[in-house]
């Protein structure tokens, strides 16, 4: 069974959708008997859901959006 590192490190992609479907099925499987893991996805998935509700309310310079983007780029491939 899949830790709950494993699972965490799993969430972006997740959520995006990216998983094949034996790591899909884990992480459903983990889901099910981790409650702290399902109220982590929960809060990550209102954050999005704010971030995307907020950045779509506000126009953010394009200076700072490519910033923001490479920064989160950067992020994922250290993780």
């Known amino acids: 069974m899949m830790c709950c590192k494993e699972c965490l490190d799993l969430l972006f992609d997740y959520l995006d959708g990216k998983l094949d ?27 999005t859901t704010v971030c995307r509700d907020t950045l779509n309310q506000i126009e953010m310079p394009d200076m700072v959006q ?14």
Do not use: W
């Open 21 to 47: 479907l034996d790591t899909h099925s884990s992480l459903e499987e983990h889901f099910q008997d981790c409650p702290p893991c399902v109220a982590f996805l929960n809060t990550y998935k209102s954050t």
């Open 66 to 79: 490519e910033k923001l983007r490479e920064f989160l780029k950067q992020q994922k491939l250290e993780n």
